[in-house]
């Protein structure tokens, strides 16, 4: 096996495709039946947790060959395969997935360990080609994982790597878009978040290395697609506690960004920057560390790490955002010129594939660059500085507000009370969002409904839940409509 660049390293995508990334670069290796796992292999799995995957590959080449071996050289190479932020798989990429099938025909591995292997191959290739737009062919592959592991799980129900597999693919299944459910229905596929959860839950019990990894494939699920954040940062807290590698600990970096915890998110950056050499394995961190810095309104700091990224991410997607930021500190910061210069260069580079990079996209191109003030309320509600928030929410005049500032107001305003617990002004001001939006693809108003849609259905008013749920389908066009639908569409199953 070549040895793996990891200079260039994974993106923070969102929703079902930030999922399905997150668990290619997260995967963790299992425990197999009846095999006595190695100090060599012990090695190579601590190598890839903390992202050295050179060494991890030099590790491999020299172990024999086993069931084990083989499922960390299928990880390590659609690791290095995903992490490349190309478009479409090219050709020796595609290649791989019938290598590793051909060689592992040529094992003599037992039923149980073939076929969970068959099954991860499926299903580690499905995540690329649906990552990289081949649909069609990633949902066969889909299907072919599900059936591997659903007739592991008949044939050998003592065996738990199987489960992870139909747990995780259960609840995929579960969350996958409206417009894809026709698809299913042809494959024969229904999906099942509670029995996947339950199934990942069976094998996270299991007290072997296994359950690292159906732990944060459980925290992973529970932020990105089932919009309960706080579970994940009970169950990551402990996790990372016990497993402190580079891996685990952007995992649960991410996951307390995701849940307004920037403070803590910040002490776990700067855990890893004593623990780890620098510059950083994983340029994302110091993507973060430039959010959080925003937030706490530390612009020259917060430039200085958007810039690191920068220099040391070699994909395409966060760059787009990343100038963006650059440039709103610098308007934050009165220095126009400067903020002009990093908006031309958000303009000019980079993708927007991912919803962050097209929603910095689109404030450029319809020159939506809103007030300071509602900037700085809206990075500090972001990362959890309420009482910072707060001042600046109650120094705001809104009369001098156009139509776009004034209906971002309500609806920050809104966030700001629904985060810090004040629940009777944040329904006040979610409402006003959906009374004061005049362009409909602005995402204040659909947000603001999924959010009434949310805090209804959990104070068991389910004839207003569905009232606002459905309205989301009025709006069209707008910045997360993906991930707004998305959530709407799982929480109305919860309702029907």
């Known amino acids: 096996m070549a040895i793996v660049d990891y200079k260039v390293l994974p993106k923070a995508n969102h929703c079902i495709r930030l999922f399905l990334f997150a668990l290619i670069i997260l995967h963790q290796t299992p425990v197999f039946a009846q095999q006595n796992v190695k100090l060599d292999i012990n090695s190579a799995y601590r190598q890839y947790l903390n992202f050295q995957l050179d060494s991890c590959a030099k590790t491999l080449e020299q172990l024999p060959s086993s069931p084990l071996s083989f499922y960390l050289k299928v990880l390590l190479t659609s690791t290095t395969i995903s992490i490349q932020d190309r478009d479409i798989l090219d050709k020796s990429a595609k290649n791989h997935e019938n290598e590793f099938l051909s060689a592992l025909d040529k094992t003599d591995f037992d039923e149980a360990n073939t076929n969970f292997l068959k099954s991860e191959i499926k299903l580690q290739w499905a995540i690329l080609k649906f990552k990289n737009g081949d649909e069609f062919s990633s949902f066969w592959s889909l299907k072919q994982a599900y059936s591997l592991a659903l007739e592991n799980v008949n044939r050998h129900p003592d065996f738990m790597p199987s489960y992870k597999t139909l747990g995780l693919l259960h609840i995929l299944f579960g969350v996958f878009p409206e417009k894809y459910h026709w698809i299913l229905s042809i494959l024969g596929i229904e999906g099942n978040v509670d029995l996947g959860l339950s199934e990942l839950e069976k094998t996270y019990n299991s007290n072997s290395f296994f359950s690292l990894e159906c732990g944060l494939i459980r925290a992973l699920a529970q932020t990105y697609l089932l919009n309960s954040t706080e579970k994940s940062v009970e169950s990551l807290t402990e996790i990372n506690k016990k497993n402190d590698y580079l891996l685990v600990n952007y995992t649960f970096a991410l996951v307390l960004m995701k849940n307004a915890e920037s403070e803590n998110t910040l002490a776990i950056i700067e855990h890893a920057e004593h623990k780890y050499p620098q510059p950083f394995v994983i340029p994302q961190l110091y993507y973060l560390k430039g959010e959080i810095l925003l937030q706490k309104s530390k612009y020259e700091e917060a430039i200085k790490n958007y810039t690191l990224f920068l220099n040391s991410f070699s994909g395409e997607n966060l760059i787009k955002d990343a100038y963006f930021k ?157 991930s707004i639908r998305q959530k709407s569409a799982l929480a109305l199953k919860g309702l029907k």
């Open 326 to 482: 650059i440039g709103i500190c610098y308007f934050l910061q009165d220095k126009p010129e400067q903020a002009k210069v990093n908006f031309a260069k958000s303009k000019e580079n980079g993708s927007a594939k991912i919803e962050t990079d097209k929603n910095a996209q689109i404030a450029l191109e319809q020159e939506v660059i809103s007030s300071k003030e509602l900037y700085m309320m809206r990075y500090a509600t972001d990362g959890g500085y309420y009482e910072k928030a707060l001042k600046i929410h109650d120094n705001i005049d809104s009369s001098k507000f156009n139509d776009h500032d004034l209906c971002e107001f309500y609806y920050r305003s809104a966030r700001l009370f629904h985060k810090s617990g004040n629940q009777n002004k944040a329904i006040e001001n979610y409402l006003k969002t959906i009374q004061f939006q005049k362009v409909p693809n602005w995402y204040f108003a659909p947000n603001a409904a999924l959010y009434l849609g949310l805090m209804y259905k959990e104070q068991n008013k389910n004839k207003e839940a569905l009232y606002y749920l459905a309205m989301i389908g009025n709006y069209n066009g707008y910045p997360y409509q993906n």
